[in-house]
């Protein structure tokens, strides 16, 4: 029986494939326009932030095991920084 992290990082597998035929700057920039388009959009831009967290979380997952410690907390800190405007920009105080 596999564990959760294998039966993920199989499921993955096909994605992350089709994610390293692309430029490298294709995913960088899409995310970029995401996090701007997010930021920028009134109402439900929030939504675009929280896809940008939600792919930030699942990268993480992913590649934890292989990280030392410092790129830990920098890729940690990341997503708790997105996911920090994702949580603003959802619940707007006015």
């Known amino acids: ?13 096909p994605l992350l ?3 390293s035929t692309l430029p490298r700057a294709i995913p ?3 995310l ?5 388009s997010g930021v920028l959009v009134p109402g439900w831009g929030w939504v675009l932030l929280l896809v940008v967290v939600l792919f930030l979380g ?8 292989r990280l030392d ?3 830990r907390i920098m ?3 990341i997503i708790l920084f997105a996911a920090a ?10």
């Open 1 to 13: 029986m596999s564990t959760p992290r294998e039966r993920i990082e199989s499921a993955s597998l």
């Open 17 to 19: 494939t089709r994610l």
């Open 28 to 30: 960088f920039l899409a």
């Open 32 to 36: 970029l326009a995401l996090m701007v």
């Open 58 to 65: 699942w990268i993480a997952y992913l590649t934890w095991p």
């Open 69 to 71: 410690t410092t790129n």
């Open 75 to 77: 890729r940690g800190s």
């Open 85 to 94: 405007i994702t949580l603003v920009r959802a619940f707007p105080r006015h």
